[in-house]
């Protein structure tokens, strides 16, 4: 589906994880604040980073055809300045992966450490996330959320710079009539 009533969809599916990332992100400093909001929060966020990280694929997929839309309409010169956007494209979507991936081990490995706690045989030693393991998955979450929010804003950038340069550079002036 590389177009929507007529518009790319692109432009349009690259807004979920524009949106979604950073709200993780944000969550996820909430939780680092204090346990009480951890164990409020966590499904949500990690629900908002999952469909943040899936929106990456869905934006470079969209990417891609709009790509191949642009080959075949405008050549290889309408596509100057898309490699760089690209690549960001490529790289944010990796770092999503990343960031959800953490974000998924610091919620799902606790949980079930708890949930087989509670399972445990009175008297039976019962295996905790230690407080080192906790600290880095902690550490973990945080720097993937910083890199994933950071690589989404320079590939919307790219790409918003991209769009714009091709706008300036059209044969059409900014008052819509042609040269």
Partial sequence: MDQFQGLPTHPLIVHIPVAMLPLAAFGVLVML?????????KWAVLLVGAIGAFGTFLATASG???????????GEDALRNIHDHAQAGELARTLAVAFFGA????VVIPWFLERQAGKAVEGAPV?????????????????TAIASVAS????????ASSAWDAYN???VDHDGDSD
């Fill in 64 to 74: 891609e055809g709009l790509q191949s839309l642009m080959t075949k309409r405008g």
């Fill in 33 to 41: 604040i204090k346990r009480q909001w951890y164990d409020r929060y």
């Fill in 169 to 171: 550079t059209s044969s």
């Fill in 127 to 143: 295996r905790m996330l230690k407080p080192w393991m906790q600290s880095m998955l902690m550490a973990a979450v945080a720097i």
């Fill in 152 to 159: 989404v804003i320079a590939a919307g950038h790219s790409g």
């Fill in 103 to 106: 974000l998924a081990a610091w």
